[in-house]
């Protein structure tokens, strides 16, 4: 078991995405995530439940567009993609506003591009700000 097993212990995954599913991603959206995020979706497409003390809803890769734009993100925090979040009032986001995207948390609530706080710069790097960090 490696350390992204043992922090998702305790995460109910989805069945895998389909291939087709996983290769119009960037078709679909027109960028790629940072490392690691689509081959988790091939393994799992979402799920969710605690890793470490926090709690991660991962959206199935299908539900992307949906999500984005039902909470609006191109209005209230353009250059960010919503992809999950904390069951509760804290999304988790691609910030595109860099060549290479990163991991970002923001408030659902209130949502700013001046709230956003870094969360890791690959997926691994991402499940481990959650299995670490303290709410």
Do not use: C
């Amino acid at each position: 078991m490696d350390m992204s097993d043992a922090m998702l212990e305790e995460f109910d995954k989805n069945a895998a995405a389909s291939g087709d599913v996983v290769e119009h991603f960037a078709s679909t959206f027109g960028f790629n995530p940072p490392p690691g995020y689509l081959e988790f979706m091939r393994l799992s497409n979402g799920g969710e439940g605690f890793v470490g003390t926090r709690y991660l809803t991962l959206w199935p890769l299908e539900q992307l567009r949906e999500h984005n734009e039902g909470y609006e993100v191109k209005r209230y925090a353009p250059g960010l993609f919503l992809f999950g979040s904390n069951g509760g009032g804290e999304a988790y986001a691609f910030d595109l506003r860099q060549a290479e995207p990163s991991i970002v948390s923001v408030p659902l609530v209130g949502m700013a591009l001046k709230e956003v706080r870094p969360s890791g710069a690959t997926f691994d790097g991402f499940l481990a700000w959650l299995a670490t960090s303290q709410r």
